[in-house]
């Protein structure tokens, strides 16, 4: 019997937080996996430490830049020249501001990013997807649905994102599928390549109590998700969006 090749994913914002976590799930699965990041410190640390785990391709790649997507694909097709089994949509950034002060410029650099850059990664790894019967996750937010003040760039993204997901999913299937995670508090300080760039977050009693799971929630609890996703025990799942918030976005809140 002959071995199955080895499965292979992108991971854009692979190299610290949420997509960092999907890139070690990964790894520790046996897929090999090319990670995308436009931190070039966080790559290189990344890089070293995933290694450790498995075949890791890490490369400086800002997603909001159509010219650098286009030559990270290009190195992906020369990783992967048998097709993809997976992308994962993972790069974001956050401006706060209130409505009259949010800069044009700014809003556009947070569509860019956490928009834009995940349909043109979409476009862009389409046909080497479709060779493999692969699929595309991409990492939205609660957000999408709710909000806290001062976050419009982000939360239209983020629902452009989850609409983005069932357009896809019509547009490249059956060869594609197309599934969102959307993350509620996910504790991201501890996830930072290296280590030491971030500052913990002092989380509260009372922070983990609110959640009806009785914690925040960790990058490793939506990487399982979305690495499940991206599998042949999900290949009847299409389109869908699927929450990761332990339970908050349910939970009637009175004053």
């Known amino acids: 019997m002959s071995a199955q090749p080895t499965r292979t994913a992108v991971v854009t914002g692979g190299a610290q937080g949420i997509g960092k976590a ?22 290189d640390a990344a890089r070293s430490e995933l290694a450790e785990a498995g075949s890791v391709t890490a490369l400086p790649t800002d997603v909001g830049e159509a010219e650098q997507l286009e030559r990270a694909f290009a190195a992906v097709a020369e990783v992967a020249p048998d097709g993809l089994d997976a992308l994962f949509n993972v790069a974001g950034i956050m401006v706060e501001a209130p409505p009259e002060a949010l800069t044009l410029s700014d809003w556009n650099r947070v569509i860019a990013t956490n928009l834009t850059g995940a349909f043109l990664a979409a476009r862009l790894a389409a046909p080497l997807l479709r060779r493999r019967g692969g699929a595309i996750v991409n990492v939205a937010s609660t ?57 913990p977050e ?27 996703l991206a599998g042949p025990e999900a290949g009847f799942v299409s389109g869908q969006e699927f929450t990761v918030d332990g339970g908050m976005t349910r939970k009637m809140i009175y004053s």
């Open 22 to 43: 999907i890139a070690r799930r990964l790894l520790h699965d046996g897929w090999s996996v090319v990670v995308l990041d436009a931190d070039t410190g966080a790559v």
């Open 143 to 199: 957000r999408a649905a709710m909000s806290e003040p001062h976050t419009e760039a982000y939360s239209a993204a983020k629902g452009g994102l989850v609409a983005l997901t069932h357009a896809l999913a019509i547009s490249l299937g059956p060869d594609v599928r197309v599934n969102a995670v959307s993350p509620g508090w996910i504790d991201v300080s501890r996830a930072g390549s290296p280590p030491s760039a971030r500052t």
């Open 202 to 228: 002092e989380l509260t009693a009372q922070d983990h109590a609110q959640h009806p799971a009785g914690r925040v929630g960790q990058p490793d609890d939506v990487a399982g998700l979305a690495v499940w």
